[in-house]
């Protein structure tokens, strides 16, 4: 048996405000669109994961969703720009990650990272 994809699910009763949040802020496409369910993805093909985790690391709570970016420090001006609630600064982790936490239009905690190269 093999995972062929791991889809993460947001409940809301305004899919056009969170479609805009990840598109402005991610630059994801619509790949599919049935009106009561859209489902935003990126070009790049990616590995399934799924973290198990009793805190988020440095002192912060477990995110709903983890996003990894190929440049963050770029995400979070972004972010700055469409008033995005920072609920975790821009931080250089010491396991080798450089992240910011954000709240989505539904109170989602987001985890926006890169790997520090």
């Given at each position: 048996?093999?995972?062929?994809?791991?889809?993460?699910?947001?409940?809301?009763?305004?899919?056009?405000?969170?479609?805009?949040?990840?598109?402005?802020?991610?630059?994801?496409?619509?790949?599919?669109d049935h009106?009561?369910?859209?489902?935003l993805?990126?070009?790049?093909?990616?590995?399934?994961?799924i973290?198990?985790?009793?805190?988020?690391?440095?002192?912060?709570?477990?995110?709903?969703?983890?996003?990894?970016?190929?440049?963050?420090?770029?995400?979070?001006?972004?972010?700055?720009?469409?008033?995005?609630?920072?609920?975790?600064?821009?931080?250089?982790?010491?396991?080798?990650?450089?992240?910011?936490?954000?709240?989505?239009?539904?109170?989602?905690?987001?985890?926006?990272?890169?790997?520090?190269?």
């Amino acid at each position: 048996m093999t995972v062929l994809r791991i889809v993460s699910n947001i409940a809301t009763d305004s899919i056009p405000d969170v479609r805009k949040f990840y598109t402005d802020l991610f630059g994801l496409d619509a790949v599919m669109d049935h009106g009561w369910l859209v489902t935003l993805a990126s070009s790049e093909t990616t590995v399934p994961q799924i973290s198990i985790a009793s805190q988020g690391g440095s002192g912060t709570p477990v995110p709903d969703l983890s996003i990894e970016v190929d440049n963050v420090d770029a995400v979070y001006l972004r972010a700055n720009e469409i008033g995005c609630r920072v609920v975790y600064d821009l931080t250089d982790e010491p396991w080798g990650v450089r992240r910011f936490f954000i709240a989505d239009p539904t109170g989602k905690l987001l985890n926006v990272l890169s790997h520090l190269r």
